[in-house]
Structures are given as structure tokens and as C-alpha cells.
């Protein structure tokens, strides 16, 4: 068993989850924020996030999977999902679904007036 994060991505074997953390690490190197999807790219985030544990700073979780898996990922990494819809399928469709949500929490923080402001 190891505990290093290019040891782990060697015993996977998997090019596109080394990738994938380079992508979300480098994002978060440039103070991008991420939309973390299913059990692949939070796999992915878990192991990136030992090389750079700052970089959570900058994911967020789009949507709670149906997979245990997914679950660990997001407890390990402190994320709550935006969305828990009991979706199941990949390919990004949780993180498109919460799109909307974020940009519609975004309009509210920034356009909303202040209580103060309703006598003037």
C-alpha cells in the first residue's frame, strides 16, 4: 500500500485520472474554479489534492452520485454537492444540471439590494 499520488496514478495505470488531476490542479493553480462531477473526476481530485491539498479551495462538487464511491471522494475532500438528484450516469451531466444553480446564486448575491437601502 502507498500514500504517494504518483505511485497511486502508476498502480491505476490510468493516464486520463493523471490528467484529469493535472487539469483540476492546474486550475486551481490559476484560482479557476472547478465543477467536480461524478466518481471519476472526484477520484481524481482525491488523489490531486494529496500533491496540492490547497487546491480544494477552488473545486466544488456539481451533484451527489448514486455511487458509494463518490461519496467518500466529496467527504474526503470537505465538498458538499450542489445538486443530490439520485443521478447515476457521467459525463459531466450532474455539474451541467448545476450550472444554473450557481449562476442563479451568483445574480442573487450580487443584485440584491440591502434592507438598508428600502427607506432611500
Do not use: N, Y
Amino acid at each position: 500500500r502507498t500514500h504517494d499520488p504518483i505511485e497511486v496514478f502508476t498502480a491505476l495505470g490510468s493516464a486520463c485520472a493523471a490528467a484529469t488531476a493535472g487539469f483540476v490542479l492546474r486550475a486551481a493553480e490559476r484560482r479557476t474554479p472547478v465543477l467536480l462531477d461524478g466518481v471519476f473526476s472526484c477520484a481524481a481530485a482525491l488523489v490531486g489534492a494529496e500533491l496540492a491539498p490547497d487546491a480544494t479551495r477552488w473545486w466544488l462538487a456539481g451533484h451527489r452520485s448514486t455511487e458509494p464511491s463518490q461519496a467518500f471522494a466529496l467527504k474526503a475532500l470537505g465538498l458538499d454537492p450542489i445538486l443530490d438528484l439520485g443521478l447515476r450516469l457521467g459525463e459531466g451531466s450532474g455539474a451541467v444540471q448545476a450550472v444554473p444553480t450557481l449562476r442563479a446564486a451568483q445574480a442573487v448575491i450580487s443584485e440584491m439590494g440591502l434592507l438598508a437601502d428600502l427607506g432611500r
